[in-house]
């Protein structure tokens, strides 16, 4: 009960972030929640993280989240924290901070995506890589580009 009242607040203060004007404010708010996920998904675990990167990749290996979006992640995150930088497309990585954050949110809390997120979420990532992906991640969500990704797996 308690996971998926959280996976709403998530949801929901992450469809706020559209509200932001583009580029930095929506970067930096996207890049707050970012953390606030990771910090909640930590705070009962007995261990001392000194960075971002540490808490993001004990939770995202614990959890056993797709190497494919634990890599997605960790680059909004190396992206958003040095934005505004010369070359970088704000609103292109304020829709890919969009993008993994929902995914990633439906996978920790195994929640489904609500259906205004769907159209949102169908951002191709910037890092591809070819093999598999996880299955079971795939299976939940609803986006156009996993269902793109099972139909071409079939």
């Not at 960075?51 to 190396?78: C, H, V, W």
Request: glycine letters at 6%.
């Amino acid at each position: 009960m308690k996971e998926s009242l959280l996976a709403q607040l998530f949801f929901g203060e992450l469809e706020k972030t559209h509200a932001r004007p583009a580029g930095a404010e929506r970067v930096a708010s996207i890049y707050h929640l970012l953390q606030q996920l990771f910090l909640e998904r930590t705070k009962q675990e007995q261990l001392h993280f000194n960075t971002l990167f540490a808490r993001m990749s004990y939770t995202l290996q614990k959890y056993q989240i797709d190497g494919f979006l634990q890599a997605n992640l960790q680059y909004f995150r190396k992206m958003a924290q040095e934005y505004p930088s010369p070359g970088v497309d704000g609103h292109a990585l304020a829709r890919l901070g969009f993008t993994v954050l929902a995914k990633a949110i439906s996978f920790l809390y195994e929640a489904p995506f609500p259906n205004p997120f769907i159209p949102n979420c169908s951002t191709p990532f910037l890092r591809r890589r070819t093999g598999r992906r996880s299955a079971s991640f795939a299976s939940r969500c609803g986006c156009s580009w996993c269902a793109t990704s099972r139909a071409n797996n079939s």
